[in-house]
């Protein structure tokens, strides 16, 4: 579709309760999992700045459920979606959200991707490269960078120095060996990459725009799918992060910690993910109306590919959620 969100544009962000002057862009969803249905469907119907124009998904019955949910068109077809909307949301398996990412840029939209972008740095670097060459914004929907009070605290600790080392963790009992699986275990790409490449890259966003890009990496394995990163980084801080979606349910839990001259800082709780969902569409349409990238954009999000391939590569074979 040919947008009309052209730099010319007023680049005034879209916020709850305040839809911008003229048309409303149309979003369409790909993707019909659990993901989108608690996360992205509510949010886009919420959205006071843009119009839920329709789904696709690989299921047509699971689409038209959706799409009959909330009143809007289901596409039989991801090319007359991308025809139709200024804007195209991912809530795919990552290498089947990447391939389509390709083809929606090349249609005009405006990507607001998931993460990971794709699970190989060359695949996840078209993507980047396809929004470049055809001139569409991209958001990659981080939570930690959109929700807060979490998107506030990462820009509070970018602007301080003196950062000496970090510690991460992310331990997920999607697949605990304890228990019943979580709404989204019957994920394959989950099963076979686990927690280094589902919520590596949560623990990235926070790592990188504080400490710096990564350096040098290591790795290594635990139990279950448990990876182990030592990053070394631009501004010479150490981070660790330790990364799982089979951990036991007692053990699960998300913090982040800060050490340097100016003390310890801690990452703050957050809710509300389908209202961070609407903020990163705010910063997307913000992006296409300015023609100023956003750093949480595609190449932010090849860079996010890239560091967990090198990681991946360092590993053992075996892993993946037991």
Known sequence: MSSDLSPAADPVPTVAGQAPAGPRPRVGLLGTGPWAHRTHAPALAAHTGSEFAGVWGRRPEAAAELAQKYGVKVYEDPDELFADCDVAAFALPPDVQAPLAVRAAAAGCHLLLDKPVAT???????VADAADRHGVASVVFLTLRFAEPTAGWVAEQAARTGWFTAAAHWLGAVFPPDGTPS???????????????????????????????????????????????????????????????GAPRAAAGVALELRGTEGVHALPGWSDVPGAYGRALDALLTAARAGVPDPRGADFGARLTEILAQAEALLPMGGGAS
């Open 120 to 126: 190989t740095p060359q695949e996840s670097r078209a």
């Open 183 to 245: 709404a989204y275990a019957d994920s394959p790409w989950r099963k076979a990459k686990g927690g280094l490449w589902d919520v590596g890259p949560h623990a990235l966003s926070v790592l990188i725009p504080i400490l710096g890009d990564v350096t040098e990496v290591s790795a290594t394995r635990g139990p279950s799918d448990v990876v182990q990163l030592a990053l070394r980084h631009a501004s010479g801080a150490a981070s660790t992060a330790v990364l799982s979606l």
